[in-house]
């Protein structure tokens, strides 16, 4: 689904280069996650397949189900089914999560040439969905993620993606500041969409959160390429003796 | 100061019938006249006007504006008392029975109480900065209404400015008095020819509360003037709003006295200008001599096209106002380099247990809020209107009332959606 060849990419206004290189496919219905240390281009990966401004592609390419990603605006991506839950979810006061859902969804479907969902229907939808992740109504009721703690933001991304159902995922350090319970609900959430015509790239730190999400491959990233790559047990042996051997035999 | 001649200039005057007639208020218009006089006209050089040129409001004539089309829909579809003023002049005959429970609605020269109000408040606001224009208005006003609030009026009064005349000057004068635990809410929208002065006076007694909210979508090159003098006594609250869409030179002056302990002041407006002949000025001074007053002031503006925004704030804590809770937040998104914001917040405090706060910023719209949007599939042009109404928001949150609060909304996000979308911006 996902494949990303030779992707070089430096930032606009800096001649440094962060990924270098970088070879990834994620098929349709698999898991795989992206391990590496600080500074190694996870979270460059996750913003230039998403299509985040300041970023400059000088070699390589990037494509969902053969389409090249790269040119599109980030809506466009998104309409292609592109999702990308961030490390950092946004704060947009006086700008209702509801409205900002609804306004999503039907931008989405519009694009696809879909129906655009009634109020009455997308309310039922997102009901439904927040239940499942413990998001209340008065959470709904308030802005964009405005006094959510850590956790709840999280999990309104995982909302986000459960009603957009998108076909690619991508997660940005979905497990950083989250506790346990509030860990084993996103990965519950993503767990349940899992499927056949989806896939996921699970971006992280720790080894912990792959242990709710089991990926079906675990890639090492260092210094802007993939070093290493393998099944579970990869995460495992990071979380023994880190990043520092496999970095280096690179 | 301008030359004092232009004093006998009719120009000046604008809006003043001829002759003035002699009533109830030619004692209170002739002290006026007096008052303007003594502070002589506003000049280019004087600090109070540092930002916004009095020049446009010196000319003998307006530059004649195209009339505008329709009432425009905001409010609309309020259950409310409608008035119509047409170039500034009260209209009877096209305005609802003036007979609404727990007020007394007069024109300004059939209600003897006016008397007692008119040019009272404004004949107070001159210190520490005159305020020429407003006492030119006192001095030459006959339109306006007497609003009498007696107890909890069940229904919005809703004044709605109509023009038949593009180079009309339009000059009226309101006073309301609001009762001991009286409420009254006053909407106020739509354009009176080419150059407006008006002023409205408001008393608010022990534990009245007083609702304003003005909107108005200028569509036409308007220039307009507007003060507001209030007093509130004990307990008393006043919330006004102004939305202002597009327009020329305007300028917006608020003097609040809050005169009784535990009075509550919350003064807000939110501009959106998109050319470079834009130019809104908020000028606001709240005085606070009572215990524990709340004040706030919430302006927000956004700017683009070369349009100027203005804000000159002030809070003073006069000796023994203690535990005073003044707020004081003016904000501009600039959305291109041509456009500007110019601010002068200013806190005066005489008192040693009180808490006061202010800020000012400029600001361009947040890329990764805007990303955020986008990368769930919210177009660009969609994504900036959300990332707007989210910066205008905590302004339109001081509009009490929810249902008009949202109305209001709407209506700045159907301006938005056609303004950035053909302006370019975005």
């Known amino acids: 689904m996902l494949k990303v060849e030779n992707l070089h990419v430096k930032l606009e206004d800096e001649d440094k280069e962060i990924l270098k290189g970088l070879t990834l496919e994620v098929p349709a219905g698999e898991v795989h996650a992206i391990m590496g240390p600080n500074g190694s281009g996870k979270s460059t990966l996750s913003y230039v397949l998403a299509g985040r401004d300041g970023y400059e592609v000088t070699q390589g390419s990037a494509t969902l189900d053969g389409r090249d990603i790269l040119e599109m605006d980030p809506e466009v991506r998104a309409a292609e089914g592109l999702f990308l839950a961030f490390q950092y979810p946004v704060e947009i006061p006086g700008v209702g999560n509801m409205t900002f859902l609804r306004t999503a969804l039907n931008a989405q479907l519009k694009a696809r040439g879909q129906a655009e969902l009634s109020s009455g229907d997308f309310l039922k939808l997102v009901r439904e969905k927040a239940k499942a992740l413990a998001i209340d109504a008065d959470m709904l009721r308030r802005g964009v993620n405005v006094g959510f703690s850590g956790g709840e933001k999280k999990r309104n991304e995982i909302l986000q993606m459960a009603v957009l159902e998108p076909r690619m995922c991508i997660l940005d350090e979905t497990d950083s500041g989250l506790d346990v319970d509030a860990m084993r609900l996103v990965a519950d959430g993503v767990n349940a969409l899992r499927s056949p015509d989806r896939a996921f790239l699970v971006i992280t730190h720790y080894q912990r959160l792959l242990d709710h999400i089991v990926p079906d491959v675990v890639h090492i990233l260092s210094n802007g390429r993939i070093v290493r790559s393998g099944g579970p047990e990869l995460a495992l042996e990071v979380e023994e003796s880190g990043y520092g051997e496999m970095v280096e035999g690179s | ?426």
């Open chain 2, 1 to 426: 100061m301008a030359d004092q001649a232009l004093l006998s200039n009719d120009a000046v005057l604008v809006g003043a019938a001829d002759p003035l007639p002699q009533d109830a208020l030619t004692p209170a218009r002739e002290a006026a006249r007096e008052r303007v006089e003594t502070l002589g006209l506003p000049g280019r050089r004087d600090e109070y006007w540092r930002f916004t040129r009095p020049d446009a409001f010196l000319a003998p004539d307006a530059p004649a504006v195209p009339l505008p089309e329709g009432d425009g829909i905001l409010f609309a579809e309020v259950d409310r008392l409608k008035l119509v003023f047409v170039d500034g002049r009260f209209d009877a005959s096209a305005s609802d029975a003036l007979e609404l429970d727990g007020v007394e609605i007069a024109p300004l020269s059939e209600a003897p109480w006016a008397a007692s109000l008119y040019g009272s408040l404004e004949g107070r606001a001159h210190i520490p900065v005159p305020r020429p224009f407003a006492a030119l208005n006192t001095a030459a006003a006959v339109e306006g209404l007497a609003i009498h609030v007696t107890g909890k009026v069940s229904r919005p009064i809703h004044i709605l400015h109509r023009s038949s005349d593009g180079t009309a000057d339009a000059l009226w004068h309101h006073v309301i008095r609001v009762e001991p635990g009286a409420e009254a809410t006053i909407l106020e929208t739509g354009i009176a020819g080419a150059r407006q002065n008006a002023v409205i006076e408001a008393d608010i007694a022990e534990g009245g509360r007083l609702h304003m909210i003005a909107a108005k979508r200028a569509g036409v090159p308007e220039l307009s003037l507007g003060h507001l003098f209030a007093r509130v006594a004990e307990g008393g609250t006043l919330k006004s709003f102004e939305l202002a869409l597009d327009g020329r030179v305007m300028r917006r002056e608020t003097v609040v006295e809050m005169a009784g302990d535990d009075a509550v002041v919350h003064v807000a407006g939110a501009s959106y200008g998109r050319d470079k002949g834009f130019h809104h000025d908020d000028t606001i001074f709240i005085s606070h001599a009572g215990l524990r007053g709340e004040s706030r002031q919430v302006f927000k503006k956004v700017l683009q096209g070369g349009a100027t925004g203005v804000f000159q704030g002030k809070i003073l804590v006069k000796p023994g106002a203690q535990k005073t809770d003044g707020y004081q937040i003016s904000q501009a998104l600039l959305l291109d380099d041509g456009s500007q914001f110019l601010a002068k917040p200013e806190l005066e405090i005489h008192a040693d247990d009180v808490k006061c706060s202010h800020g000012s910023t400029t600001g361009a719209l947040d890329e990764t809020a805007l990303f955020y949007l986008r990368s769930r599939g919210v177009p660009r042009p969609r994504a900036v209107v959300l990332m707007v109404l989210s910066f205008l928001a905590a302004a339109l949150e001081e509009i009490e009332d929810e249902a008009l609060r949202t109305q209001v909304a709407d209506r700045l996000d159907e301006a938005l959606t056609e303004g950035l979308n053909d302006g370019g911006a975005a």
